[in-house]
């Protein structure tokens, strides 16, 4: 029996009931409703879910933000619920969902993602991270560095990927592991970026011992599941929902309406020609989720993190320059290692050095563009000559 | 991110927006593409546009009554399928996809919406709009092309009483194939049989949607409406025509993307097909970001003059000023990336580029209409 909106309802209105939100502890109400299944409506019985339709999710959502029931802060927990969570989901011995799933969707553990590495960024599947099985002890020993890894310095676990075999070629001879940040041998440097805060690290992996039972898919198999992994990468960054003039161009357009001071015809012309892509980009993404939940899936989300990236760029690129000579001064130069990225709370020049990043993490526009050429629009790939080469004669 | 509270006079989103295609729709969709894939390819719209005399009467009767597209926009108690304008929209990003030399725009939406804003002031708008609805005649508005919604309307014509108009109008799209226009004159809108006015067909950049000038000395026309409903009327007509172009535009702008893809997939030059390189690749996938978003904000324009929605003004001001450039774009890329073919008479590219060029003027340039909605979204000039 498929469940339907009505029973959703109808569920989460019984966990309300049977824990009041004002009355009941948050942790105490978070782990009610996983245990309930309204977690991941979509997931399996037992792992959070009720293998109801995922679009019903916002059903149970809604409903329980009316009531102003505790949310699991998944801002906090991201990496975890839009990357490690679906993956294990999907790859993972019974076992492992079991273990990892529950508290990870509580907030109890907190993930980071071991992915990238200094020689392989954009080229991901070139990663160098070695992990030798020591066959007596059933023990995998990685050695390498990663990078660009939020959370580090927080998480509990890690989705990790690194080569067991550089005898085959690049994407062959990989493989996913699940590894514990408090294992001996990883250590986590904050990684101080353009704004001047480290909202990333470096993860330097020496000698860490990860069980076999770690392990996430077949050993060589790590690329196939490293996919799903950033699928779901991609999607959770292109998918907000904005109100009309909700984002990057809300507080741009403030400063218009509030300063008249400021106002030039020349940075008139560039606001309305942004606002407009602006609300054409919200547009864009809520036809998309129109059709997501219409069940016709569309290829316009490989889009949305693209357009996002550009307008983001162009709009607080105008927006210090709009605001004339308070543009020449930043607020804070000071290293911090913020838990979240904040992008409204902050000033114009930290907005703009930020959103430098949004068109390179997560896959760079370059790449995205590609997947969207070939995957979208069948166009062909550019020859290539690594694909049957194995990795350890690669120039790097 | 967080989001502002909406502002006083700041027009809120609607709730329910509907920015899909349903099944009525598709179903529309493919007797439209189905008659203009037998009546209206390419080769057959350009020789015709060369003898001067693009339209096709066949096509169109095919099209306003055999399918019923000319009544979309007309209630059923007018004549008409009682329709509206999501269906008159999917119309249109056909005809644009096949850049169709057909009065709908200016026939079967403008003046459509002229008449029906003045069908209660009299029953002779009201029997012109169910001739109208079943395709026995084809009636244009003689404005300019260019009038866009939110501007001064032209001066009108002399009436030099009982209907008996003097003057002249530039830049009237269709003209040439209507049967009445639609005169804005000093006492009123009045409907002019074509055969009483004097046309100087011009050589028109878009040869598949012929200009002429349209001078009336002393021609004698039927009063539709007084002044202030025909100026509520033209003013109305020009918001719808402006939304539902932004579909004409779309459609235009998927062919022009979609052909391209498919010849640089088969175009072969340094021993490789000339859409493997990556510099060609990231153009074209741009070029469907941006047919993307234009199909999102041309739904939205649809569907908000469908609902008759309060942001209906903002919602249209964006949809042109955002599928106008989409649309030149789209066409000025499948002219480059086809090479010299692209710049060949032979090939049709070129009509297409002469399409979106002038779509991108008429019914007001993109400028325009993001001055609009500086207006509407309270972000005054300096």
Not at chain 1, 28 to 50: E, I
């Amino acid at each position: 029996m498929t469940l339907d909106a009505a029973d959703l309802l109808a569920r989460t209105r019984d966990l309300l009931a049977a824990h009041p939100p004002g009355a009941t502890a948050p942790a105490d109400f978070l782990r009610a409703r996983f245990d309930a299944g309204l977690a991941w409506v979509h997931y399996p019985q037992g792992l959070g879910g009720l293998g109801a339709p995922r679009t019903l999710q916002a059903v149970v959502d809604g409903e329980l933000e009316a009531a102003g029931a505790p949310d699991n802060d998944p801002r906090r927990i991201g990496i975890g619920l839009g990357m490690a969570a679906p993956t294990i989901l999907a790859y993972g011995t019974e076992e492992q969902k079991h273990r990892f799933l529950r508290p990870l969707w509580l907030g109890e553990e907190v993930w980071c993602q071991l992915f990238s590495e200094p020689g392989a960024g954009s080229d991901l599947a070139a990663l160098g991270t070695r992990a030798v099985l020591d066959e007596e002890a059933g023990e995998w020993v990685v050695d390498g560095q990663k990078v660009w890894t939020s959370s580090a310095h927080t998480a509990r676990w890690a989705i990790l990927i690194a080569r067991t075999d550089p005898t085959v070629p690049k994407h062959r001879g990989i493989t996913y592991f699940l590894c514990d940040m408090h294992a001996p041998g990883v250590e986590v440097r904050p990684l101080r970026q353009i704004t001047g805060e480290a909202e990333f690290n470096e993860v330097f992996l020496t000698g860490v011992r990860i069980p076999d039972a770690h392990r996430l898919g077949a050993v060589g198999e790590g690329w196939a599941v490293a996919r799903t992994t950033l699928m779901n990468e991609r999607v959770s960054i292109g998918g907000m929902r904005l109100p009309r003039e909700g984002g990057m161009i809300a507080p741009v357009a403030a400063a218009w309406r509030e300063r008249p001071g400021l106002r030039t015809h020349a940075l008139h012309q560039r606001l309305l020609g942004l606002w407009v892509e602006a609300e054409v980009a919200r547009l864009t993404g809520e036809r998309l989720r129109q059709q997501l939940a219409a069940g016709q899936p569309g290829p316009e989300g490989s889009g949305m993190k693209l357009t996002f990236a550009r307008l983001n760029q162009e709009i607080s690129g105008l927006e210090v320059e709009l605001l004339g000579e308070e543009g020449l001064v930043y607020e804070d130069w000071t290293m911090r290692r913020p838990e979240t990225v904040d992008f409204t709370g902050r000033d114009a020049g930290y907005r703009y050095l930020r959103a430098k990043g949004n068109s390179i993490e997560g896959g760079t526009s370059e790449i995205l563009l590609n997947i969207v050429a070939e995957r979208v629009l069948g166009l062909p790939a550019e020859p290539r000559d690594d694909k049957d080469t194995p990795w350890k004669d690669l120039a790097r | 991110m967080t989001a502002l509270p909406p502002r006083p006079g700041h027009p809120a989103p609607r709730a329910p927006i509907d920015l899909l295609y349903s099944g009525t729709e598709d179903e529309l969709r493919a007797a439209v593409r189905s008659l203009l894939a037998d009546c209206c390819e390419p080769a057959a719209v350009l020789a015709r546009a060369e003898t001067g005399r693009p339209h096709d009467p066949q096509l169109w009767h095919t099209l306003a009554a055999g399918i019923g597209a000319a009544g979309l926009l007309v209630p059923e108690k007018l004549g008409g399928a009682g329709a509206g304008h999501r269906e008159a929209a999917v119309v249109l990003e056909e005809l644009g996809r096949a850049v169709a030399p057909v009065p709908y725009l200016t026939g079967s939406v403008l003046a459509t919406e002229i008449l029906l804003a003045c069908a209660c002031d009299g029953p002779e708008a009201a029997d012109l709009v169910r001739e109208l609805a079943v395709g026995r005649l084809v009636c244009v508005p003689a404005l300019p092309l260019t009038l866009a919604p939110g501007a001064p309307l032209p001066a009108p014509l002399h009436d030099a009483g009982g209907g008996v108009l003097s003057g002249t109008v530039t830049s009237v799209a269709d003209a040439v194939a209507a049967d009445v226009l639609l005169v804005l004159a000093d006492t009123g809108l009045h409907a002019v049989p074509a055969d009483r006015a004097v046309l100087h067909p011009v050589v028109p950049l878009d040869l598949t949607r012929p200009l002429a000038t349209v001078t009336l000395e002393a021609a004698a026309g039927t009063r539709l409406a007084d002044p202030a409903t025909a100026r509520a009327a033209v003013a109305g007509a020009l918001l719808s025509g402006a939304g539902l172009l932004a579909s004409e535009q779309l459609g235009l702008a998927e062919w022009c993307l979609t052909e391209t893809v498919a010849y640089l997939r088969g175009r072969h030059q340094f021993n490789r097909p000339v859409g493997s390189f990556q510099a060609l690749k990231h153009r074209l996938a741009q070029l469907w970001l941006d047919v993307a978003s234009a199909r999102a904000a041309a739904r939205a324009a649809a569907d908000a003059l469908a609902t008759a929605a309060p942001d209906a003004p903002l919602t249209v001001a964006v949809a042109q000023a955002h599928c106008s450039g989409v649309a030149v774009r789209a066409a000025e890329e499948c002219v480059q990336l086809h090479g010299g073919i692209g710049m060949t008479w032979e090939h049709p590219a070129h009509l297409y580029l002469k399409r979106a060029k002038a779509d991108s003027l008429a019914l007001g340039t993109a400028g325009h209409h993001r001055g609009l909605v500086a207006d509407f979204a309270e972000l005054p000039a300096p």
